[in-house]
């Protein structure tokens, strides 16, 4: 190796030139490795109004079938259209989650056309939690997470179960990363 600073031929893998004393090579930055917290996804609860319309359609089938001149199509027509909205509110709940990674946070939203928004961790202005009576009976809450780098820009993970944790965990992570 040859020193930048007056051309010395130095050994290999000397850090400073044994003529002027130069450094020969900067050393390498750290290595930080992001690695994954945990992942939320929203709670069934969230999914109730749908879910119930779905039983609401299944009854309607059954009855229509086992009334006495019911008939057996539209029946499983409706069996078919309840078994097709429970397989919807799977997908939805299955296709939007909230990601906490050392370095991140990360909400994905969509199936077919997808969303996905990050946050820096060192951008975290807030963290609220949410808890209404409802919510509070069943264990969730929602979680808002707002940007440092801009006043309308929130990560809203809602129907989250055990919010207070999520929130503490949140927290922590970010004091990590910052320190």
């Known amino acids: 190796m040859r020193c930048p600073q007056c051309g010395f031929d130095t050994a290999a893998g000397a850090a400073f030139c044994a003529r002027c004393g130069a450094r020969i090579s900067t050393p390498k930055p ?5 690695y994954a917290l945990t992942r939320i996804l929203p ?8 879910l119930a319309f ?4 299944l009854m309607l089938a059954v009855a229509a079938t086992t009334a ?7 029946g499983a027509v409706g069996v078919a259209l309840a078994g097709l909205l429970v ?3 799977s997908l939805l709940r299955r296709n939007t989650s909230w990601s906490l990674t050392s370095d991140r946070v990360i909400e994905r939203h969509g199936f077919l056309a997808t969303r ?3 946050m820096e961790l060192s951008d975290v202005r807030s963290i609220e939690v949410e ?9 969730l809450g929602d979680l808002k997470v707002a940007s440092a ?18 929130a503490e965990i949140l927290r922590k992570a970010r004091l990590k990363r910052l320190a």
Do not use: C, N, Y
């Open 30 to 34: 750290e290595d930080r490795h992001e």
């Open 54 to 57: 779905a039983a609401i359609v």
């Open 116 to 118: 996905r928004r990050e």
């Open 131 to 139: 808890r209404g009576a409802m919510q509070r009976m069943l264990g």
């Open 149 to 166: 780098a801009s006043g309308d820009f929130m990560i809203k993970m809602f129907d989250i179960p055990d919010p207070e944790r999520m």
């Open 68 to 74: 006495p001149k019911g008939d057996v199509r539209v």
């Open 43 to 50: 709670s069934w609860w969230h999914f109730t109004g749908p």
């Open 87 to 89: 397989a919807r509110v």
